[in-house]
């Protein structure tokens, strides 16, 4: 079993940044395959980016795409979240996830079906 614990959320204005962070436990997760999702009231879970095990693929939400950034440091079992010039829209729960067979192409695991762990998520909430 993975325990993935996000951290970084809060409520900030329009054009600020965060830095989202994902600590794993229980295993290690340097074979996996890993993603952000997020969920805003009302709206199902969607895909944000995802990152090979390695940390050398990454692909973005269109939405995503130019604003933020996916990483992680398998030495301290950590994924981030990078979001420049955050907007309303962002505003989400934001859900790290943890696939198992890491060895995919990460343009292929869009969906929250294609991951196996998630953690708790956290509030990210930008004011207009």
């Known amino acids: 079993q993975v325990q993935l614990v996000e951290s970084g959320g809060g409520l900030v204005q329009t054009g600020d940044s965060l830095r989202l962070s994902c600590a794993a436990s229980g295993r290690p997760i340097s074979g996996y395959a890993m993603g952000w999702f997020r969920q805003a009231p009302g709206k199902e879970r969607e895909f944000v980016a995802s990152?090979?095990?390695?940390?050398?693929?990454?692909h973005y939400a269109d939405s995503a795409k130019g604003r933020f950034t996916i990483s992680r440091d398998n030495a301290k079992e950590s994924m981030y979240l990078q979001m420049n010039n955050l907007r309303p829209e962002d505003t989400a729960v934001y859900y790290c996830a943890a696939r198992i067979e890491g060895h995919i192409v990460v343009t292929h695991i869009l969906r929250w079906q294609d991951y196996d762990y998630w953690g708790q998520g956290t509030q990210v909430t930008v004011s207009s």
């Open positions: 990152i090979s095990f390695s940390g050398e693929s990454t």
